[in-house]
T-cell receptor, first 113, second 111 residues
Framework: EAQVTQNPRYLITVTGKKLTVTCSQN?????MSWYRQDPGLGLRQIYY???????DKGDVPEGYKVSRKEKRNFPLILESPSPNQTSLYFC????????????FGPGTRLTVT | QKEVEQNSGPLSVPEGAIASLNCTYS??????FFWYRQYSGKSPELIMS????GDKEDGRFTAQLNKASQYVSLLIRDSQPSDSATYLC???????????FGAGTRLAVHP
């Protein structure tokens, strides 16, 4: 089954404790993105990747890091989480044929206290 | 700042009626337009894409694009309670993999 997976699905952590949210896709997509979704603000892109070792900032990259060492994986790293990073996070992937048609993972609900 | 605007709703329609969802965007060079459906607590699901002016129909869904007016709409015919969800409009912001999303319109279809 073609899918984007994320782990963990739910996470409660404390300020400053480094964490990683994993994302993996089995569709051989070259493009991958991370979004956060907050009430009233919609989905905002954090980082995106065009291919292995090629990443770039989206609209809200502050406080986040990413890496793309393998085509299928695109982890999101919060080196020192803060309460304003409490949000719902989605990973998405898309193919170069229809690069804009993005397919989303199930989401990770992060709470930073 | 490129923007995509949607009425937050809720838009309430009776079962069997046509639901009309609207979206405006600010960037004139946008070439790709999408509608995503998001059920509460779930991830967005792509339901329609449209790339040229006019209408595009897929089952009960029709997307309409007017680039001159910078306006995209989604019509849902014969609305069902299962259509109750938040509908997100997304617009290409230049280059692949770069979408700008609206905040979404919540649709409620009541029996």
């Amino acid at each position: 089954e073609a899918q984007v997976t994320q782990n963990p699905r739910y996470l409660i952590t404390v300020t400053g404790k480094k964490l990683t949210v994993t994302c993996s896709q089995n569709m051989n997509h070259e493009y991958m993105s991370w979004y956060r979704q907050d009430p009233g603000l919609g989905l905002r892109q954090i980082y995106y990747s065009m291919n292995v070792e090629v990443t770039d900032k989206g609209d809200v990259p502050e406080g986040y890091k990413v890496s793309r060492k393998e085509k299928r994986n695109f982890p999101l790293i919060l080196e020192s989480p803060s309460p304003n990073q409490t949000s719902l996070y989605f990973c998405a992937s898309s193919s170069p044929v229809r690069g804009d048609e993005q397919y989303f993972g199930p989401g990770t609900r992060l709470t930073v206290t | 700042q490129k923007e995509v605007e949607q009425n937050s709703g809720p838009l309430s329609v009776p079962e069997g009626a046509i639901a009309s969802l609207n979206c405006t965007y600010s960037d004139r060079v946008s070439q790709s337009f999408f509608w995503y459906r998001q059920y509460s607590g779930k991830s967005p699901e792509l339901i329609m894409s449209i790339y040229s002016n006019g209408d595009k129909e897929d089952g009960r869904f029709t997307a309409q694009l007017n680039k001159a007016s910078q306006y995209v709409s989604l019509l849902i015919r014969d609305s069902q309670p299962s259509d109750s969800a938040t509908y997100l409009c997304a617009v290409n912001a230049g280059g692949y993999n770069k979408l700008i999303f609206g905040a979404g319109t919540r649709l409620a279809v009541h029996p």
